[in-house]
């Protein structure tokens, strides 16, 4: 099993719909993220949790919602999603935010496109 | 503020031709840590390297050396004898505790190497 798996890898919904996309790490991390990676702009980072608590919340409007059950298992819940949401949205995992341990692996991310 | 800066948008090079990535970093805090990751046309990252602040040793693995100069905020990746799997993506990070997480990633340099 590789480290950070996503599902699904690619999604295509409409503004109206309700999605969810799902990180798994496979790692034994306590640290989780999600970035937004627009084309021609940097990584966006939106959301960190540690030992499932959110720690880091940049700005991020409320249609993104994020979700940690686990330390192992990562969602961010789509609602009404606007055209310029569309982006690969990368997921990651660390063993902890500090003492050395702050070395992220990242997911192979998901494709979304809001038509 | 904190702030990372990789001027090279895109770089074409010919195969087995030195290339150099720079990295230009700013931060106020005195504890720190640098990261390269590439970023291959599949769309995961992968982590290449982590440098933290107290360690200026330069380090070489294979074909892939990087050079971390405090004097100068600057963090630069070379690859010798470039091959064409090269071509990628490279993003260059920082992560910082003062009195907050900080992460941040620069804009990422577009590398093509032609055969």
């Known amino acids: 099993e590789t480290g950070v798996t996503q599902t699904p890898r690619h999604l295509v919904m409409g503004m109206t719909n309700k999605k969810s996309l799902k990180c798994e790490q496979h790692l034994g991390h306590n640290a989780m993220y999600w970035y937004k990676q627009s084309a021609k702009k940097p990584l966006e980072l939106m959301f960190v949790?540690?030992?499932?608590?959110?720690?880091e919340n940049n700005s991020v409007p409320s249609r993104f919602s994020p979700e940690c059950p686990n330390s192992s298992h990562l969602f961010l819940h789509l609602h009404t999603l606007q055209p310029e949401d569309s982006a690969l949205y990368l997921c990651a995992s660390s063993q902890d935010m500090g003492g050395g341990q702050e070395t992220q692996y990242f997911g192979p991310g998901t494709r979304l496109l809001v038509l | 503020a904190q702030k990372v800066t990789q001027a090279q948008t895109e770089i074409s090079v010919v195969e087995k031709e030195d290339v150099t990535l720079d990295c230009v970093y700013e931060t106020r805090d005195t504890t720190y840590y640098l990261f390269w990751y590439k970023q291959p046309p599949s769309g995961e990252l992968v982590f290449l390297i982590r440098?933290?602040?107290?360690?200026?040793q330069n380090e070489i693995s294979g074909r892939y050396s990087w050079n971390f100069q405090k004097s100068t905020s600057s963090f630069n990746f070379t690859i010798t004898a470039s091959q064409v799997v090269d071509s990628a993506v490279y993003f260059c990070?920082?992560?910082?505790?003062?009195?907050?997480?900080?992460?941040?990633f620069g804009k990422g340099t577009l590398l093509t190497v032609n055969p």
């Open positions: 990070a920082l992560i910082s505790w003062g009195s907050n997480y900080k992460l941040t």
């Open positions: 949790y540690s030992l499932e608590e959110r720690v």
């Open positions: 440098r933290n602040s107290f360690d200026e």
